[in-house]
């Protein structure tokens, strides 16, 4: 009987979850308001990655909605750049879910534009949980390491764009790109991986162009 009650709890969980998110994706599309959920494990580079992204989608209203278990480091980094950026820990949650980004929203008080939503550095917990996005992005990094298509299959899964960061290393690490490839196309035939680098910023000018492209701009 226990069983039986620990999956009726967790399914009610993710129904919760999945209602709010859909009605939060819904009222984002109304507003025009493109939502892409950032999926990465610590230390992928993803804030650096929004930078250098949002810095490309000139004349477009950028947002950020900044997951952490602590601290807001991130989050003033953002600001003090310009971008309007809010802040929301966890205390020890692994992800962030649907019912926080729906409090966030509130507060933001978004115009039309795109709202990145940097989840919390992990590749299990935030695949599993939709939170009102339009997309998924992915930022793994070569100094994971060639096998994570392999060990963290869902997050790849899902995905609708792979960024591979850190690209300037691969000289100096051994990297096995095509075994990697291998494992993302085993799981995901259609997401387009780029390779970019928030060192010297290569490849950001594609991912710009494909978001640019998702909202028709």
């Known amino acids: 009987m226990s069983e039986n009650k ?7 969980v993710y129904d919760k979850n999945d ?8 009222l984002l599309t109304e507003k025009g308001i ?5 999926m990465g494990a610590p ?15 000139e004349g477009v209203e950028s947002y950020v909605i900044e997951g952490d278990i602590e601290a807001d480091f991130d989050t003033k980094k953002l600001l003090s750049l310009g971008v309007k950026a809010i802040q929301i ?9 649907s019912p926080v980004i729906g409090e966030a929203i509130e ?4 115009q039309k534009g795109v709202l990145f939503i940097e989840n919390i550095g992990n590749l299990v917990c935030p695949a599993e949980f939709m939170i009102g996005e339009h997309v998924k992005m992915l930022i793994s990094t070569v100094t994971e390491g060639s096998d994570k298509p392999y060990k963290y299959p ?3 899964e899902k995905a609708d764009i792979i960024l591979i960061n850190k690209c300037d290393l691969i000289p100096y690490l051994d ?6 490839m291998k494992g993302v196309r085993a799981l995901n035939q259609t997401a387009p991986v780029i390779k970019v680098s928030g060192k010297t910023e290569d490849g950001y000018d594609q991912v710009a162009a494909w978001i640019r492209e998702k909202i028709n701009l």
């Open 19 to 26: 209602e709010t998110a859909s009605k939060i994706n819904g």
């Open 6 to 12: 620990e999956i009726e709890i967790m399914q009610s």
């Open 43 to 57: 230390g992928a580079g993803k804030t650096t990655s929004l930078i250098q992204i949002i810095k490309r989608l």
């Open 34 to 38: 493109f939502a892409v959920n950032v």
């Open 89 to 97: 820990n966890t205390g020890g949650a692994c992800h962030l879910d």
């Open 175 to 180: 990297f096995d790109e095509d075994f990697f």
């Open 107 to 110: 507060k933001l008080e978004l």
């Open 154 to 156: 869902l997050a790849f």
